[in-house]
């Protein structure tokens, strides 16, 4: 019996590479729609598209 096999954190690292191959493996054209579905979920969980300021911009206005 492998050793590795029973660590909760070699189990966890080894599911994230195989994460990351598949997103490898992925043409571009499939990983934008799959990028599509994860702006779905994050504004469905309350996300916002408003950006933030940029208070280290030399553009930045502050209000007084």
């Keep these: 019996m492998d050793i590795f096999s029973e660590d909760p954190l070699y189990i966890e690292s080894s599911m994230e590479e ?4 598949d997103w490898y493996k992925m043409s571009p054209a499939e990983r934008f729609v799959e990028s599509q ?3 779905e979920v994050f504004i469905l969980l309350g996300g916002d598209y408003a950006r933030e300021p940029d ?5 930045h ?3 007084t």
Excluded: C, M, R, Y
Aim: aromatic share 20%; glycine share 0%; charged share 20%.
């Design 55 to 59: 208070t280290q911009s030399p553009f």
């Design 61 to 63: 206005i502050f209000e």
């Design 18 to 21: 195989a994460e990351v191959l």
């Design 37 to 39: 579905k994860l702006w």
